[in-house]
């Protein structure tokens, strides 16, 4: 573990280096609890939700609990941790057995959000909630700028999903096709439902690109339903 480069990437400096190496020793490389990540994700997943819940309801004070919840999800979850990760460059770092070297689970996303979160508790002891809160806002800044509007395209597939099953039609996603490098996908879906193509969108993800689907069916539909007014 390189702990120059950790830290350099990270942008905070630990005064006790044992919980630095804690923070990136995966449970296959320390059996006991104390040697491992698993009791600093627990802790950091609660401080990475408070942090991200406070920010979140400073920018948009006006947005009702359950918007401000589906904001929150947007951020907290695997995919957005799981790139934080990658931005940082910090997942090789993480310390693990053997065998799960050779299968390379320090590049699966779950592992990524792991590390994520037992970073933040491990700079939450260390340094305090201001030093962890800096980190936390910096590292995930892009997904909370971007929080309303994921959320917003996640609430699209989920109407999609309460229009289908109230029309009595099947609501289906068909990737259309792929473009773009093999470490920066960008990938095109289109919507079906009761097999007629009625929404189609990018994204950098195949989850993404379902959502701009749905997100562009619902936008035709309301206008279909304005022009039979």
């Known amino acids: 573990?390189?702990?120059a480069k950790i830290e350099k990437n990270i942008g905070y400096t630990f005064r006790d280096g044992a919980l630095l190496e804690r923070a990136f020793t995966h449970p296959s490389a320390g059996a006991h609890v104390r040697d491992n990540y698993?009791?600093?994700?627990?802790?950091?997943?609660?401080?990475?939700?408070?942090?991200?819940?406070r920010k979140l309801f400073t920018l948009y004070s006006d947005s009702d609990e359950g918007a401000l919840t589906k904001m929150r999800a947007c951020v907290?979850?695997?995919?957005?941790?799981?790139?934080?990760?990658?931005r940082l460059d910090i997942a090789?770092?993480?310390?693990?057995?053997?065998?799960?070297?050779?299968?390379?689970?320090?590049?699966?996303?779950g592992v990524k959000c792991d590390l994520f979160e037992s970073l933040t508790a491990a700079i939450y002891l260390d340094g305090g909630l201001e030093a962890a809160e800096k980190f936390v806002l910096t590292a995930l800044s892009e997904d909370i700028a971007s929080a309303k509007?994921?959320?917003?395209?996640?609430?699209?597939?989920?109407?999609?999903?309460?229009y289908?099953?109230?029309k009595g039609v099947s609501a289906e996603y068909r990737e259309e096709g792929r473009t773009g490098a093999v470490h920066e996908p960008v990938f095109t879906f289109s919507l079906y439902l009761g097999g007629e193509k009625t929404?189609?969108?990018?994204?950098?993800?195949?989850?993404?690109?379902q959502q701009a689907a749905a997100a562009d069916a619902l936008a035709k539909l309301e206008r279909t339903k304005k022009q039979k007014k």
């Not at 698993?38 to 819940?53: H, M, T, W, Y």
């Not at 090789?92 to 996303?109: F, I, P, Q, W």
């Open 1 to 3: 573990m390189q702990r």
């Open 38 to 53: 698993q009791n600093l994700e627990f802790l950091g997943d609660s401080v990475l939700g408070f942090i991200v819940a």
């Open 76 to 86: 907290v979850s695997e995919a957005p941790l799981a790139r934080a990760v990658d």
């Open 92 to 109: 090789s770092e993480l310390m693990v057995g053997e065998g799960e070297r050779k299968h390379a689970v320090h590049n699966h996303a």
């Open 149 to 162: 509007t994921t959320a917003r395209l996640v609430d699209s597939k989920s109407r999609i999903n309460e």
């Open 164 to 166: 289908a099953m109230k």
């Open 199 to 209: 929404g189609e969108g990018c994204g950098g993800s195949k989850r993404a690109a």
